[in-house]
Every structure is written in structure tokens, then in C-alpha cells.
């Protein structure tokens, strides 16, 4: 079993910063992919960025790109999203996820471990 708890999340204007946290327990997730994904109000969850296990590979979301930075420290067992340049449109539930060891994918279904979430809300 793995656990994940996210943390960072909070209230910020826009154009604010904020760094979230997600930080792995029960079992290494140092081989696995891992993403964000966020969802807002009323809509489908939906992919933000992911990293491979060697931190080698990142894909992010067009909507996020030059905004938002994943990195992991596997001593940690730690995954991070730097966010800046907030948007009022980012405001979201973020959930952290583990993924495939061997393939990457941005489709929610393919994560097998998911943590609780952590609320962001950036205001106009």
C-alpha cells in the first residue's frame, strides 16, 4: 500500500506563488511516475503535469506550461509543484497520484494511489 498526503495548498491573489508538497509513505515511489491533476467546481479531473521516476521527463498541461515546475526528491520520497503566475482559472482541488512504473500517461485512470487533495484558491 502506498499513501500520499499533499500539503501547500491555500488562498493566494493572482499572480501569487504557491509550492505544493506530496510526500509518499508505505512503499518507495521512486520507480513510478508521478502527477498532479487538479479539479475544479463542477468539472472532471484533469491532468496538470507528471515526472518520471528519474526526474528526466516532464510533461505539463498547455494551460500551465511556463507557470508551473514539477520536480521530485526521491531521498524524500517527495514530489513538488511550484506554481506561480497564479490564475483565478487555477483555483482547484490538486491531488497528487502515483502512476505507471513503465509508461507515460496523463489519463487519471492509469494512477493507482491518490492522495486527499489540497485546496488551492487564487482570487482576482
Known amino acids: 500500500q502506498v499513501q500520499l498526503a499533499e500539503s501547500g495548498g491555500g488562498l493566494v491573489q493572482a499572480g501569487g506563488s504557491l509550492r505544493l508538497s506530496c510526500t509518499a509513505s508505505g512503499r518507495p515511489v521512486n520507480n513510478y511516475i508521478m502527477g498532479w491533476f487538479r479539479q475544479a467546481p463542477g468539472k472532471e479531473r484533469e491532468f496538470v503535469a507528471r515526472?518520471?521516476?528519474?526526474?528526466?521527463?516532464?510533461y505539463y498541461t498547455d494551460s500551465v506550461k511556463g507557470r508551473f515546475t514539477i520536480s521530485r526528491d526521491n531521498a524524500k520520497n517527495t514530489v513538488y509543484l511550484q506554481m506561480n503566475s497564479l490564475k483565478p482559472e487555477d483555483t482547484a482541488i490538486y491531488y497528487c497520484?502515483?502512476?505507471?512504473?513503465?509508461?507515460?500517461?496523463?489519463?487519471?485512470?492509469?494512477?493507482?494511489?491518490w492522495g486527499q487533495g489540497t485546496q488551492v484558491t487564487v482570487s482576482s
Open positions: 497520484a502515483r502512476g505507471p512504473a513503465f509508461y507515460g500517461t496523463n489519463y487519471p485512470g492509469d494512477y493507482d494511489y
Open positions: 515526472i518520471s521516476g528519474s526526474g528526466g521527463r516532464i
